[in-house]
T-cell receptor, first 112, second 113 residues
Framework: QQQVKQSPQSLIVQKGGISIINCAYENTAFDYFPWYQQFPGKGPALLIA?????SEKKEGRFTISFNKSAKQFSLHIMDSQPGDSATYFCAANGDSSYKLIFGSGTRLLVRP | DAGITQSPRHKVTETGTPVTLRCHQTENHRYMYWYRQDPGHGLRLIHY???????DKGEVSDGYSVSRSKTEDFLLTLESATSSQTSVYFC????????????FGAGTRLSVL
């Protein structure tokens, strides 16, 4: 119940395309769902986050779609750029507000 | 990296030796975390701290101990390193209401031979 399942493990997209990464969770008590972006040799950094009271949140080319009934959320990267090539992690708050449970990560490669 | 310094950045050690990794923050954040990152497993929480001398276990705490004697420092110790502890270790901090935004250090790459 404490897991967050992420797919796909890797993704290759052409420049200008849409990248979609999916996550699913079991515990309905989760109420905060962030996405982190990690470049090689760096630590993860918060990209965008959503709470279950909204179905979508958009920041620039990045959008989170949230489906509370299906217990799924996804990250959409519109007009993907080579600079978006990174590893993306979804997460959810765990059994307390100050802990996060991370998905297994998706390595995104955007080809020029 | 949000005022977080991890040291060392790289370390190679031998099986059975003790290893201590240090995380130092200048943000005066209450919460500090140690994660390990392995391919296919994402980030897994080892231990965390919610104040000076207040620590608790995460999901993969076996073989690790931590200490926090000052707000700014959080130490991770491998008492007797094993090859299965070869990994990249990340420290993270959060403040205010808690872990809703965690800021990560640059990581320590540890190889246990």
């Amino acid at each position: 119940q404490q897991q967050v399942k992420q797919s796909p493990q890797s993704l290759i997209v052409q420049k200008g395309g849409i990248s979609i990464i999916n996550c699913a969770y079991e515990n309905t008590a989760f109420d905060y769902f962030p996405w982190y972006q990690q470049f090689p040799g760096k630590g993860p950094a918060l990209l965008i986050a959503i709470r279950p009271d909204v179905s979508e949140k958009k920041e620039g080319r990045f959008t989170i779609s949230f489906n509370k009934s299906a217990k799924q959320f996804s990250l959409h990267i519109m007009d993907s750029q080579p600079g978006d090539s990174a590893t993306y992690f979804c997460a959810a708050n765990g059994d307390s507000s100050y802990k996060l449970i991370f998905g297994s990560g998706t390595r995104l490669l955007v080809r020029p | 990296d949000a005022g977080i310094t991890q040291s060392p950045r790289h370390k190679v050690t031998e099986t059975g030796t003790p290893v201590t990794l240090r995380c130092h923050q200048t943000e005066n954040h209450r919460y500090m975390y140690w994660y390990r990152q392995d391919p296919g497993h994402g980030l897994r929480l080892i231990h965390y701290s919610y104040g000076v001398k207040d620590t608790d276990k995460g999901e993969v705490s076996d073989g690790y101990s931590v200490s926090r004697s000052k707000t700014e420092d959080f130490l991770l110790t491998l008492e007797s390193a094993t090859s299965s502890q070869t990994s990249v270790y990340f420290c993270a901090i959060s403040g205010l209401a808690g872990g809703e935004i965690q800021y990560f250090g640059a990581g320590t790459r540890l190889s246990v031979l």
